[in-house]
């Protein structure tokens, strides 16, 4: 890690110091369903908390509508809406500016950051406004102001500069802290720094933690290396198992990704889940794995249903058939028994795994054995590295209480993605280097 950290900052006492964190917690009835994302940001806030810092703490939550600013955008799918005559422009700001600042508030956010925190945090009702301003300019040393949802401002995505300007006035220096978001380059990820407008710019620990551990099991992994990818569709991922292909000794697909690759082979796959457009690249694959002496694991079994459960946690029939023998009308939604043995045994004998996305529609119940089965693989792996690259494979792994048993549950699932992809995540290469 060539990036400096609040540990290389001197003399804190008394400065304003920006901290972008990912406080965008999963919520439900204006309660937080699920901490982590809170509990990953404390190290450094307190950290600077500590060292007398007048600490401003940022995030956004969800993907609101821009109801802070002068003009609200509508986002691709509202204006396909409004496009095909479902809706208008005018009902959907409507319903934005009634619902967004209840549901989208990241009010509980700072209530929770103040219990944790002894009652060193307040909240402002807004992001640049008078409110924010004031309790900015008010803060003390040791204490933080949680500011509102960054993205009721268009220009937190559209990396306004006149927003950035204000932001940054919060600013002795910057901090970024949220690897949920770092893939992102919006104005409070890494804007704000690439305008100039900052020049004190560096990571916190959480992004520190995420960035030693996954960046370096990449770049120097103690093999045999089992890297396992799942998920819907192969479209999302091309970049990523290319790239993981050129790393890993054995690359294992699973999730509704796995049917474009054995169809690729020449198998019937029946109505499962198929990206046509992507078949000669899934054979592109084959070959690539094959010409670098690499194994590529695909399902021999697989679990299928007549129909995709409606709704999708429904009781459902299923059988578990042939990978190769998947009837014509039948589709595969998770991987058959000797599918997670195989895969478990490839687990066993590694010494770094990662992982990203589902084998299989683990939402439902029935489907999610094969999911459940990887993670149990992994939480059983020992002396290995294991990596879960955020998203739903982090949410199963927690579920079936594995978090402390795996060695990095990773808070970014699009982030942790593009690193596996091997690319430059924006908020993590603006900040300042190392000497
Ligand atoms: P992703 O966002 O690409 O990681 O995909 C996650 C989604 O893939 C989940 O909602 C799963 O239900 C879905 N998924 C996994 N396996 C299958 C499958 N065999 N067929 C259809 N969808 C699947």
């Not at 932001?167 to 804007?191: E, I, P, Q, W």
């Amino acid at each position: 890690m060539n990036k400096l950290t609040v540990k290389d900052l001197k003399d804190l006492k008394g400065k304003h110091v920006l901290v972008r964190c990912d406080f965008n917690v999963p919520m439900k009835d204006g309660k937080i369903t699920d901490e982590n994302r809170i509990i990953g940001a404390l190290p450094t806030i307190k950290y600077l908390l500590d060292a007398g810092a007048k600490v401003t703490l940022c995030s956004h939550m969800g993907k609101p509508h821009s109801i802070f600013s002068d003009e609200v955008k509508l986002n691709k799918k509202d204006k396909a809406k409004v496009e095909k005559g479902e809706t208008t422009a005018e009902a959907i700001i409507e319903k934005a500016l009634k619902d967004e600042p209840k549901k989208l508030t990241l009010a509980p956010v700072a209530a929770r950051l103040n219990e944790l925190l002894g009652g060193k945090v307040t909240f402002a009702s807004d992001v640049v406004g008078p409110d924010a301003q004031a309790k900015v300019a008010a803060c003390k040393e040791g204490e933080a102001v949680l500011l509102e949802n960054l993205r009721f401002h268009w220009e937190e995505e559209k990396k306004d500069l006149e927003f950035c300007k204000k932001l940054a006035k919060y600013a002795d220096v910057y901090v970024n802290d949220a690897f949920g978001t770092a893939h992102r380059s919006h104005a409070s990820t890494a804007a704000i720094v690439e305008y100039g407008l900052v020049k004190t710019a560096v990571c916190g620990f959480l992004i520190e933690k995420e960035l030693t551990v996954m960046a370096d099991s990449l770049d120097h992994p103690v093999h045999p290396f089992v890297a396992i990818l799942g998920g819907a569709k192969v479209a999302d991922k091309l970049g990523v198992i290319s790239n993981l292909l050129e790393k890993c000794d054995t690359l294992i697909i699973g999730g509704g990704m796995a049917y474009t690759f054995l169809k690729a082979q020449g198998y019937e796959v029946g109505t499962s889940l198929v990206d046509d457009e992507k078949l000669d690249y899934c054979k592109e694959m084959i070959a690539k794995a094959k010409a670098a002496g690499k194994e590529l694991l695909l399902p021999v079994d697989t679990v299928v249903t007549a129909a995709f459960p409606d709704p999708i946690d429904a009781p459902i029939e299923t059988k578990t058939v042939s990978s190769h023998e998947i009837p014509a009308d039948m589709m595969g939604l998770d991987i058959g028994e000797k599918t997670r043995e195989l895969f478990a045994e490839k687990v066993k004998s590694a010494k770094t795994v990662i992982w990203n996305g589902p084998m299989g529609v683990f939402e439902n119940p029935i489907l999610a054995a094969g999911t459940n089965a990887v993670a149990q693989a992994l939480a059983d792996a020992k002396g290995a590295t294991t990596i879960v690259g955020g998203g739903d494979s982090a949410a199963a792994c927690t579920q079936l209480g594995y978090a402390d048993k795996i060695t990095h549950i990773s808070t970014g699932g699009g982030a942790s993605l593009e690193l596996f992809e091997g690319k430059v995540l924006p908020g993590i290469a603006c900040l300042n280097e190392k000497e």
